[in-house]
Each structure stands twice: as C-alpha cells, then as structure tokens.
C-alpha cells in the first residue's frame, strides 16, 4: 500500500519562495512512492490545527516555511499525542533550526533528502501549556516591537547582535527573576534568558555552548545578569565570545526549569511570540518528535540512526 505523505507549506514564508519549486516537490514525494496530501497555511496557527487534527492519519508530515511553520507543526503533532515521522523543507526568510538539523537549503535536495533519509529522535521543549522546538528565550526584545511581523522574524538574530558585543547591554530592561531547576535555586536581576536545543542560535554558534546534543534530553540554558558597570560589562561580552566564565552568566544544562518573575515577560518560542508570563515551567520532553534526516549527516545526536522509513 502506497504510503501517505501530508504535506503542510506557507506560501508566503521567505517571499514565496516555495512558490516556484512546489510540482517540482509534490513529484518527488510521489517518485519516492508516497500518496500527497497538500495544505497551504491559510493563516497563523492554520499549520498546528491542520498537524494536530489530520497527523494520525499520515505516516509522514512534511513542514515547509520557516521556523514559525516547523514551530507550529510540531505543537500540533504534541498537542495531539502524533507520533507520525516529520520532514522539513527551509523556505522561510529565517531558517535558524535548519542548520542545527544540517538541512540543505536547497529545496529539492532537502526534499529528496526525506524521501530517502532516516528519521532520528529529537527532544521538544514544553513551555507551560506550548511548545518549542529549539529555542525559548526572553529580554533584549525592548526596542522591537511585537507589532510588525518583520521585525519578529528577525528576533533571536537581532538578540545575538546585541550580545555579540555592543554598549546596548546597559541600557536595556532586567527582571528581577528566580529560576528553580531539580537540583539548585537562585535569584537575580536579569536582562537576557535563553533555554535552547540547538547549535546555533541567531545564527551565532557561541551562544549555546560547545557539546551541545539535540536528543540529550537536556536544554542548554544561558542567563545573564545585568551588568553593574563597564568592567562586568566587559567580562560578559567576553564571555560570551568563548573567553573566561563570569559569575553574571549562568550557564548550565537541565530538563527542567522554572522561572518566576515580579512582573510579566514578554517571549519568544522560536523566534515567534510566545506570550507575556510570570512563572514559566519548561520542560525536556525527550526523543518526542521523529524528523528524517539525510543519511550519514553529522547533526548532533547521541542516538544511532534509528532505521530507514523505507
Ligand atoms: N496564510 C497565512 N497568512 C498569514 N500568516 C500566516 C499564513 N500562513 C502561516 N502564517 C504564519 O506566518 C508566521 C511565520 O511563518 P514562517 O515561520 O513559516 O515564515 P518566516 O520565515 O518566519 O516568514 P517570512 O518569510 O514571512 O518572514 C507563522 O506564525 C505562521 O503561523
């Protein structure tokens, strides 16, 4: 029996891009004996209803956009317990997961790429009541606004550029927070946080640290103090860019995480609003989504190849 592929694109992620190479797509599904089911988003959160509700009936969902469709595709497949393989095609205007996943930018090869490739286990965050799949992260959001679409895609880039290095960190908001894990407590004031799956980030590799492994069950977690003069400052900045440790920077590795603050915090679930919030609880729910991969790509896993889907 033919195998059913349900395929999920945004058409207008990355300008349309997808536009041009979608029969060119659609064939190769086809060529690689799966029965297609195509929807295009049709609005914000169109992909998670359509992934939540039709995934049982598919062995394969393939999601094409940018971060926010793979986002949306991959809380429908948790919210609605799916268990079914995923694939991705970048096509949106950023695409910061995909190089964690070594993905090709190419369409077509990233498409022949699941049609022949082997899915491996990937860990999820849960996020209070939402998912992410590589990053939740709050603080250094002030100057932009929520407002315009444009300027949310460019979230976590614009947030990396300002930890790369400029004057800026003293003259954004902090919140006064405690973050609780399974083994440890404290308090402070923070200005910038970061709970991540991922070996970049905004396109910058440093900020997640080195060792990072996408099916550990654990997140890397970044959280940095506000600086109180311009020598802190400097020891921030260049810890960041891999030098010496500081102690305004915690850094570790957890499964779980919770973050109480006195006044609510704006979000961000990869790379997309992700809610004002006092108390967030965060949460590794390990090995919980199935992407297919290129065979014998280098991405970051303990686990093995788990099979060949063909
Ligand atoms: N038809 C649609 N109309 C409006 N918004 C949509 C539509 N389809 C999807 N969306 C929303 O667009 C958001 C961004 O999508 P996505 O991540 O795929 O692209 P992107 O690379 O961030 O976007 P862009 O290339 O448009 O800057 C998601 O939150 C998604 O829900």
């Given at each position: 029996m033919e195998k059913k592929l349900l395929f999920i694109f945004n058409a207008r992620a990355g300008k349309g891009s997808i536009k041009s190479r979608l029969i060119d797509i659609i064939d190769i599904f086809i060529k690689g004996g799966y029965e297609v089911t195509v929807h295009s988003t049709q609005a914000y959160q169109d992909g998670l209803r359509v992934a939540k509700k039709r995934a049982g009936d598919f062995d394969l969902i393939v999601a094409s956009g940018g971060d926010g469709t793979l986002d949306e595709v991959v809380t429908g497949l948790m919210e609605g317990n799916h268990k079914t393989l995923l694939g991705y095609i970048p096509a949106g205007s950023t695409n910061d997961f995909a190089n964690s996943l070594h993905v090709s930018k190419n369409m077509l090869q990233a498409a022949?790429?699941?049609v022949e490739g082997i899915p491996h286990a990937f860990d999820v965050g849960k996020f209070?009541?939402?998912?992410?799949?590589?990053?939740?992260?709050f603080g250094l959001f002030t100057d932009v606004s929520y407002e315009t679409n444009q300027d949310l895609k460019n979230i976590l880039g614009h947030a990396a550029y300002i930890l790369e290095g400029t004057q800026r960190l003293f003259n954004i908001a902090s919140y006064q927070l405690k973050v609780e894990t399974k083994d440890t407590s404290f308090e402070g004031d923070f200005i910038f946080g970061m709970v991540s799956n991922a070996t970049s980030v905004g396109g910058f590799r440093k900020l997640t640290g080195p060792d990072v492994l996408l099916d550990d069950g654990v997140f890397e977690v970044l959280l940095i103090r506000r600086p109180k003069n311009i020598l802190e400052l400097n020891e921030i900045i260049t810890a960041l860019l891999g030098g010496a440790d500081t102690s305004n920077i915690e850094s570790f590795k957890?499964?779980?995480?919770k973050i109480t603050s006195e006044t609510q915090i704006s979000w961000t679930l990869d790379g997309e609003f992700g809610g004002e919030h006092r108390e967030v609880e965060i949460q590794n729910m390990n090995h919980a989504v199935n992407i297919i991969l290129k065979k014998d790509e280098k991405v970051p896993l303990i686990q093995a190849n788990t099979g060949n889907i063909k």
């Open positions: 022949t790429d699941i209070n009541d939402d998912f992410f799949v590589y990053i939740a992260a957890t499964s779980y995480l």
